[in-house]
């Protein structure tokens, strides 16, 4: 196996001299700014939780009682990957933990591959990461009114219209009253989402999938820079205790080779106010708090709820402000400085 991907972007900040109160703002923003970024775990082994992890050699797979994951459908089970499909049209499979997950907080990092020999807008269907009440069998969005989360890697646009960049990855909360919708790709429930290129690449691809504290936040990896990119961060988000999690994936028309390497879940110690520890967490209904409902996410063309996540020049312009604040403070310090020593100059 190789040796474990630290995936920590924590951003420090220390500053002496003149204008402290200024730095230590400077310091408090960047430690917000950052925290999406460094909650992401490093993969810590003291918390893998292996009764919902699935790692080589994929131990505990299987169709008997004491299996910790089951298998359906076209999956196949080998010593260094589980294919859910192969590149043959018409194919479905899933695998699924046995054992209910009752962390409140949780962060699942998945390995994956998607591959084959379609060219460009000729393969599909694509991936499906689930946490849901009941373990699901059928392909990606096709189990109708699930309660819980999934997070979709769709390879293949179902809508002619659409002016997105596939592949495209973006996640769901449903309470079993409304479904996914294949012909608008998911659009009109979807929290958010972005483009990533996954599929044919000489090196495996990563998602991170976070929550905590009503928080969900998705984090792609797909360039093997060991680096995690955001795709999704939003607030208001209630899962329940006691789902399980999953992976499935689909073909039609078009194919694909849809591999899961690992699927590595970890605990985290976050700390509830009594309340909330008090709550009974399995009986949550699964919901989120939006800003708008998700039928008005149809007209939205970029598909969020909330602004998108920050961008590379959106980072830049930050740090460059934040830059022109530290010499401004250093300046406005300077200054003071002099006088006060032009002032104290003339007690002598």
Known sequence: MAPERKRSAFLSYSQGGVCKMCHIFLLLWLLHFSSVYSDITDGNAEHLKREHSLIKPYQGVGTSSS??????????????????????????????????????????????????????????????????????????????????????????????????????????????????????????????????????????????????????????????????KECIDIGGVRLPTGYYFGASAATGDLSDNHDIISMKMYQLMVEHTPEEDSQDWTKIEPSVSLLKSPKDNIDDPTGNFRSTPLTGWKVFLLLLCALLGIVVCAVVGAVVFQKRQERNKRFY
């Open 67 to 228: 299996s910790q994951w089951d298998f359906w459908g076209s999956t196949l089970v080998t010593s260094q990957y589980v294919r859910l499909t192969p590149d043959e049209r018409s194919k479905q499979g899933s695998i699924w933990n046995t054992v209910p997950c009752y962390l409140k907080d949780w962060e699942m990092h998945v390995q994956f591959k998607v591959h084959g020999s379609g060219k460009k807008n000729l393969h599909g269907d694509g991936i499906a990461i689930w946490y849901t009440k009941e373990r699901l069998h059928p392909g990606p969005g096709s189990n109708g009114n699930f309660h819980g989360l999934a997070i979709f890697v769709d390879t293949y646009p179902n809508d002619e219209a659409s002016d997105r960049s596939f592949p495209y990855i973006s996640a769901m909360v449903s309470n079993g009253s409304f479904a996914y919708d294949h012909g608008k790709d998911g659009r009109s429930t979807e929290l958010g989402g972005c483009s990533a290129e996954i599929r044919n690449k000489d090196h495996d691809t990563y998602l991170a999938i976070r929550y905590s504290k009503g928080r969900l936040t998705i984090m792609v990896d797909v360039d093997d820079r060991n680096e995690w």
